[in-house]
């Protein structure tokens, strides 16, 4: 689905969704060939919805969501990768927290 004659909002959303994936893809250490397989696409296609130079279609979405273990909604939220980046943060700093309590308390 390419993006001739899209709307600002079209291209804003298939930019937004095509950063979600490309986030998503590199946590998880996925090659672009490897999501372009699990889809029924190929690494070309998969790099242009990553660049939000096409837009990806319902099925495809679908596809995305079922591969990476994650509801479609969580793919196109624009607010994704800060949410999840923020999760993460807070995460190892639990984690760092525990590990120096752990460390105190074996001395």
Do not use: W
């Not at 998503?24 to 660049?51: D, L």
Request: charged content about 30%; aromatic content about 8%.
């Amino acid at each position: 689905m390419p993006n001739r004659h899209r709307t600002t909002e079209e291209l804003a959303f298939n930019t937004t969704v095509g950063s979600n994936i490309k986030y998503i893809r590199k946590v998880n250490n996925y090659t672009q060939s490897r999501v372009g397989k699990a889809i029924g696409t190929t690494f070309q296609q998969v790099q242009k919805y990553e660049k939000g130079a096409n837009g990806v279609s319902a099925l495809k979405l679908k596809k995305l969501a079922e591969f990476f273990k994650l509801r479609a909604d969580v793919i196109i939220d624009p607010n994704f990768i800060e949410y999840h980046r923020g999760l993460t943060l807070r995460n190892e700093a639990k984690d760092l927290e525990h590990a120096i309590e752990m460390e105190a308390s074996c001395r």
